[in-house]
């Protein structure tokens, strides 16, 4: 067996001194490719964390990961987070590989690498490729995703042409990295700091920056320490770790995507978060990073202002995060942002001022679902007004469902005067679930109709067993679980009912009588379209609810497989 690793990793890049030398292989997981334009930088970064780990003592390798590309991947980018898992898992399973650092950048990226070095359970390190800088577009700042959900609204009122749509959505993206705005990607690398799996102060330096260049080479040398005193995943990733991640998803105005990406976190760690942690622990925190969507800025200036280490600073000194917690550096949190106060208090508001109250996710039951989240810290000003403020039913209010089976549907009759859309409405898509799309798509934040958005009502409540982008702006309530195409309450819905919304109490109903309700549950259920691939169809076949993480169910139970080594495969 040393004979066939030798004479095949020798024919190229290593002698055989290197490969019996008794240093540790470091793997590095590369997501950078042409087919993803925004982890595309680290098909050059590499070469950084390379010398990083050979000036460390290591010996590094460098193998692809399945490309996820959120914008371009069809039917969704959220059938390859578990796909991605998979081949890393057998990978870092299978190969001579002692630790290694996981290259990431948008969305999925990141939680597929870590599931799969909790699953393993190696020494391990995240290393994202950093944000874009700041898009302008005439004079202003235009973030990634958010101005395209700004930007179709103008289109809708007949504010703006297709061109200057387009030309709108081009000055947001200036360069290299991903979502300059607090999209899912900033959230999920955001979260990979909180949670300890990246070195201190990475997640936000934005892509062009030397000091990128600079946190790649820190990053390979770490790991080969990682790598000698045996600090794995199971060290770090407790439950202490996710619930710290909680918190600090609601002080940066986090992706709704971070809910399910947390929870499948936790459960490939052996950690169990609950419907109730959510509430407990990242509710009432209030929202303290003033960026896009949710906010004013973007990811520069919070990288300027001490980005997540000065987040994770103030939220010690509020006692609501747990500085005991360990991370990668082999220190606390507490010592590795130890006087890393904020320097911009315009981008990063202190916890006793903050720029929201209780600005995490609002956690709704009901008879149409069992869980869905509610993103609090982009409640405007208009739609607190408009549905929140009734005097004596404040934080309730109803709404006649129409109800759209996908986004074809919704886009073929959004327009349609017969269905009678005004403000009392909500809108409602089903089949956009883990089964019914397949993989669950980001579709929930639909605006109105074009004739309302031409009088000036940009928003209605939304509500949908789908996702939505990180980087809209929409209040909706969405990640219903259980989906339609699971028997979830929205497959009997109609257009026409009553919803019921009660936030304080944490209620969604529709007002159907339990006769009609069972009468309606033995019609057909909504159809939803056939695979189309194989891994389609598996996918539907073992992935769960996005209350549960949308993992693939049969895969939680194996931790820790670097315990066996594998048999020999000659």
């Not at 320490?225 to 439950?239: G, N």
Request: glycine residues 10%.
């Amino acid at each position: 067996m040393t004979a066939l690793y030798l004479e095949r990793y020798m024919n190229d890049a290593f002698t055989r001194e290197e490969l019996r030398c008794g240093k540790p292989i470091i793997g590095i997981s590369q997501s950078g490719s042409d087919l993803v334009p925004c982890n595309r930088v680290h098909v050059k970064l590499v070469d950084r964390v390379k010398a990083g780990i050979r000036d460390a003592g290591g010996i590094p390798m460098e193998f692809p990961m399945h490309p996820i590309f959120e914008n371009c991947r069809r039917p969704t980018a959220a059938l390859d987070r578990n796909l991605a898992y998979l081949g890393l898992v057998e990978i870092l399973n299978g190969y001579p590989i002692d630790a290694v650092v996981l290259t990431t950048g948008c969305d999925k990226t990141t939680p597929a690498s870590i599931m799969a070095a909790a699953t393993v359970d190696i020494p391990a390190i995240t290393l994202n490729g950093g944000p874009m800088l700041d898009g302008w577009h005439d004079g202003e700042l235009v973030g990634s995703g958010t101005v395209i959900w700004r930007s179709r609204r103008l289109f809708g009122a007949g504010e703006i042409d297709e061109e200057e749509f387009i030309r709108r959505a081009c000055s947001s993206a200036p360069s290299l990295g991903h979502c300059n705005t607090m999209g899912t990607a900033s959230t999920m690398n955001s979260l990979s700091e909180a949670l300890g799996m990246s070195l201190p102060g990475q997640a936000m330096i934005p892509a062009p920056y030397r000091e990128r260049a600079h946190m790649a080479y820190e990053t390979g040398r770490r790991i080969v320490d990682m790598a000698y005193e045996d600090l794995r995943p199971s060290k770090i990733l407790t439950r202490e770790a996710f619930l710290n991640a909680i918190v600090v998803n609601a002080a940066i105005g986090g992706s709704t995507n971070a809910q399910p990406h947390i929870v499948a976190m936790a459960r490939h760690a052996g950690v169990e978060i609950t419907a109730e942690d959510w509430i407990e622990h990242g509710y009432d925190v209030p929202l303290l990073v003033n960026m896009q969507p949710a906010g004013k800025y973007l990811s520069e200036r919070f990288h300027r202002a001490g980005g997540v280490p000065a987040v994770i600073w103030e939220l010690l000194q509020a006692g609501k995060f747990d500085g005991t917690a360990l991370t990668c550096t082999g220190r606390s949190h507490a010592d590795n942002v130890e006087g890393r106060e904020a320097v911009d208090r315009e981008m990063i508001f202190s916890y006793s001022t903050p720029l929201k109250a209780a600005a995490g996710f609002l956690v709704l039951r009901g008879n149409l679902f069992d869980f869905a989240i509610m993103k609090t810290s982009v409640i405007g000003e208009e739609f607190r007004a408009r549905y929140l403020c009734q005097p004596g039913r404040e934080g309730v209010f109803e709404g006649r469902a129409i109800v759209f089976d996908g986004s074809d549907d919704y886009h073929r009759r959004i327009n349609d005067p017969a269905l009678g859309i005004d403000e009392d409405c909500i809108l409602v898509i089903r089949g956009s679930g883990v089964l019914g799309w397949p993989g669950s798509a980001e579709v929930v934040n639909m605006q109105p109709p074009d004739a309302m958005l031409e009088r000036g009502i940009m928003s209605l409540p939304t509500l949908g067993d789908g996702r939505q982008s990180g980087t809209s702006d929409s209040p909706s309530i969405l990640n219903a679980s259980p989906e339609s195409a699971a028997g979830g309450g929205l497959a009997w819905l109609r257009s026409g009912d009553t919803i019921r919304i009660d936030l304080d109490a944490g209620t969604c109903d529709a007002l159907v009588s339990d006769e009609e309700i069972a009468r309606r549950k033995a019609e057909p259920p909504p159809t939803v379209p056939d695979s189309n691939t194989p891994w389609e169809e598996l996918f539907r076949e073992k992935t769960g609810q996005l209350a549960d993480g949308g993992v693939l169910e049969f895969a939680v139970k194996y931790r820790g497989t670097s315990k066996k080594v594998p048999r020999n495969n000659h």
